[in-house]
């Protein structure tokens, strides 16, 4: 019984001695696992750094916004919502595993040809593009429900050069709106 508790022993105090180390080696500040950014959409026309389309953010009244007074439209005239872009290594050391672009969604039209895309440029050029589609569940219209849409990239790695973009493909040509958006980056 007491060589096990030392076996126990030694082994808790190698995994804190391993951990330790590993949190105090400078140069490699410990990363969080994810870095998730939120955009609220309120402060979109001064222009958020990384944010495109800010023109497609409108002051809504019918239906109102899901938070503040500011949403996204899209439509036959702006297929394309405000959209996030920027290049991996600006966002983190290490390219994500995983990207989740999540928010709130509202449909004028039940089950949209509407998809939230996740795409990836090198040097300009394609390099990967990924469609989450949200017509199945957009049955209800007239109502604000929560989306997320979840982008794995182990099929194809990407680099710290690669710029990625995430936003919502609206190609019903009635009003979508969407809001409260988040994206979340999985290292
Ligand atoms: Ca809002």
Known sequence: MKKLFLFVATGILL?????AGSDSNPGSS????????TNDLEN??????????????INMSEPPAHSGTFACISNDTTEY??????ILKNINGKVPRVATFSGWVYT????????????????????DWKAYPLDKELSIT??????SATFYFEDKPLKPEHEI???AWNQSKKNVYIDDLKITFTY
């Open 142 to 147: 007239g109502k604000w429900v929560e989306f």
């Open 44 to 57: 979109a026309r001064g222009m958020v750094p990384s944010w495109l389309n800010e023109n497609h953010v």
């Open 81 to 86: 919502s405000y959209t996030y872009r920027e």
């Open 165 to 167: 973009w995430l936003y």
């Open 30 to 37: 410990s990363k969080p696992k994810e870095i998730v950014i």
């Open 15 to 19: 995994s804190a001695c391993l951990n």
């Open 108 to 127: 004028t039209v039940s089950n949209p040809n509407f998809a939230i895309i996740c795409s990836t440029d090198e040097k300009g050029s394609p390099y």
